[in-house]
């Protein structure tokens, strides 16, 4: 779940990760003010609590455009929901964490919605990891999940770049109901909202193409008017990084943004989509199905392989824990 | 139904109809022999049926690499399934049918499943229609429909043509199932028997982009393997068409015949897919939505369009009429 971009790193990826030279010139710099890197993971005073809430926000190995677009869409988010939200349940040492060797590092931030909210929780993510070959994995996500008094889509973003100049981008409101037997559920939320003008409206640019994640069923969660594509900026030229910027402040930004105001507008905060006692059942069923499914996919066998078996089995149990409450 | 390709027309397809002159040179000249301009509708001798047959089976619009990859298919799939299917039910006059000015044509030949198969029913369809702004537009479909005796994938081959040097193909086996919440399911019929293969060799070509029909209802049912590409040939050459022609025959037709042999040996030929009584309903459920929702993107509004009310009307409540029974 917190590396849910992980799921579309395969073979027929064909993203070659690159060589550390043109890593963000941020990484290395930011190892040492990192939270995890500076306090103990006993530690719980509220002043660590807050500087490992500022640790997450920092986002420390993205590009300039990448990091305002995360820190103004989170923000978004937890102003427009803030009186719903409780506080981070996570342990310190799962909220940032890193490999033995201090090469890998891993923020997450999660808060559930309170007992009178349609928010199940929200999830902020960021793992950045050296590649033994070279070069760096870099994934960021945002993610915001409804609970059962409402059948509205979720709500997922996240990026993974293996270089400065290539990302993955899935952009989306996964649906929460069978799309081919609830045609109005797709009028509602797909075709009257005109999602499918941002991917539109992106795929226009040449250097973005449909992604194809090799994991079926990664696909088959996906609503049909996902943004799920692969931007490339690699004419091998100096301004390639710069091109790659330009895009993630004049073309994601704006559709990132636009998505998360109707997922706000029609979903988090919509009305009239409460769901019968008599259908709830089934709708937890799938959403615990899904879940369960994709955290195998994301965490269960690319966690431990990118901090290690010890930390990576730790930020999984927690998060399962979390889930099973 | 019939023209479940139509669905795929619209505002974004971008595919402007060729000029008459590029037209594909059999078009005029079968028009005098298409056995709806020389018999009459009430006519039901046996050997005016097997005409009609013969009429079906000649896709007299097609270019001959995809004409023998038609009856390739057609034929591959009533031998193999010959003894359980009954004949063809449809009147004559919705069997073969064209305009009242001769300039739109189609065929319709429907196979309905005996009591002892799995089969509902098969069903080849094609339309040709010359268009007021010159170019034809020119549609070829092949699709086959289990039962509620099993929950196995159904079969879908389109070809939706506006010049002889762009088409938009779908290839793909519908689920009959909720993809996500039966993973079991998923891996069974598409992860297993490596479908996404026939997909990503087709996509390897140059001419070959990915395509998003403008309806998104549509989209919601192909799976996640589903070959739903735009072939474009046109780098305004006079070897564009032959490049089309090679396409279909050396990329085209290989991946459509190893589907559909997919589809016989796994879907409609496979053992161990029985359904229980208690779930047969919902499957009947789904599979009745899917089908009167398509049918009414497809054929109520287009059918009227392409072949004037009169006739338009005839083929959809023939259809409709058979859908029923």
Known sequence: MVNFAQRILGPTLGLAPCSSSRSHSLGRTRLRNF??????????????RQNRRQGFMEFPHLSAPHRD??????STMETRLGSQLLPDPLPLDVQCYQNAAGTSQGA???????????IEFILGSWIYCELPSGGALNI???????NKSTDAPNFVLEFVQMSPTSMVLILDLPPRKDLPLYPDYL????????LDGCRQALQKLPEVQPYFSPVLY?????????????????????????RMEEIVRDHVSPIAKQVLGIWLDKCACGEGREVKESERSELERRDRVIRT?????????????????????????AIQEFLNK
């Open 140 to 146: 960021t996500t945002l993610m915001a999940y409804l």
């Open 35 to 48: 939270p995890c890197a500076v306090s103990s993971t006993s530690s719980s005073s509220p002043m660590d």
């Open 293 to 317: 499914k994709t955290i195998e996919i994301d965490l269960v066998s690319n966690l431990p392989r990118l901090f290690g078996p010890d930390v990576g089995s730790r930020i999984v149990n």
């Open 218 to 242: 990664v696909r088959c969660v996906w609503s049909p008017t996902a943004t799920v594509v692969h931007i490339q900026c690699e004419q091998g030229q100096e301004s390639d990084q710069a």
């Open 69 to 74: 677009l995360m820190i103004e869409l989170v």
């Open 108 to 118: 997450l931030h999660i808060r559930p919605g309170d007992d009178t909210s349609s």
């Open 187 to 194: 009028d509602t939320f797909y075709v009257d909202t005109k």
